[in-house]
T-cell receptor, first 116, second 112 residues
Framework: GAGVSQSPSNKVTEKGKDVELRCDPISGHTALYWYRQSLGQGLEFLIYFQGNSAPDKSGLPSDRFSAERTGGSVSTLTIQRTQQEDSAVYLC??????????????FGSGTQLSVL | GNSVTQMEGPVTLSEEAFLTINCTYTATGYPSLFWYVQYPGEGLQLLLKATKADDKGSNKGFEATYRKETTSFHLEKGSVQVSDSAVYFCALVRAGSYQLTFGKGTKLSVIP
């Protein structure tokens, strides 16, 4: 597609339920990122994919969070047993991964997650 | 580790006022520096960047100069418009790294 697509745009769930957030990056972009944006906290790095592999999972806040990427394209971020502190906007971004001099991150509009 | 510190918001200005949003960084080596902007209801998008010391990035009337001696990358605009109302994020990436480190963002509101 023309840009990074995320779905759903809004998700309201009950505490303890599992949620899946989807990211469809720009075609041909090998690098994919997940960030979390919380009020007053800025952008918190969660995970980075190069192709289908995730060399850096260091930002995942707990073992309730997991992510996968298949076919070098679509990625899914899964949060199990959601807690109220998981409420935030989850942002996905992608880039070609050829070097920062001529590149930039392209962001999706995010998924607003609200845990009641 | 790497970090970016931005001035606290929100910032409220009248149309045509001068804007400065301060950004300082901590990083090893010589990072590339960025300003991203998030308009209401939209995803972040790159506003400008600078990849080496003394470079000036510019776009849409905004400017920022990479100052290695003060480890700063302050964003400026001479005359803001209502349409500039958004959240502005300063960010850095170390040479050869994949990860952008962002500041907490500064919300700008421009009133007519």
């Amino acid at each position: 597609g023309a840009g990074v697509s995320q779905s759903p745009s809004n998700k309201v769930t009950e505490k303890g339920k599992d949620v899946e957030l989807r990211c469809d990056p720009i075609s041909g972009h090998t690098a994919l990122y997940w960030y979390r944006q919380s009020l007053g906290q800025g952008l918190e790095f969660l995970i980075y994919f190069q192709g289908n592999s995730a060399p850096d999972k260091s930002g995942l806040p707990s073992d309730r969070f997991s992510a996968e990427r298949t076919g070098g394209s679509v990625s899914t971020l899964t949060i199990q047993r959601t807690q109220q502190e998981d409420s935030a906007v989850y942002l996905c971004a992608s880039r070609k991964s050829t070097g920062w001099t001529n590149e930039k991150l392209f962001f999706g509009s995010g998924t607003q997650l609200s845990v009641l | 580790g790497n970090s970016v510190t931005q001035m606290e918001g929100p910032v409220t200005l009248s149309e045509e006022a001068f804007l400065t949003i301060n950004c300082t960084y901590t990083a090893t080596g010589y990072p590339s520096l960025f300003w991203y902007v998030q308009y209401p209801g939209e995803g972040l998008q790159l506003l400008l960047k600078a990849t080496k010391a003394d470079d000036k990035g510019s776009n849409k009337g905004f400017e920022a100069t990479y100052r290695k001696e003060t480890t700063s990358f302050h964003l400026e605009k001479g005359s803001v418009q209502v349409s500039d109302s958004a959240v502005y994020f300063c960010a850095l990436v170390r040479a050869g790294s994949y990860q952008l480190t962002f500041g907490k963002g500064t919300k700008l509101s421009v009133i007519p």
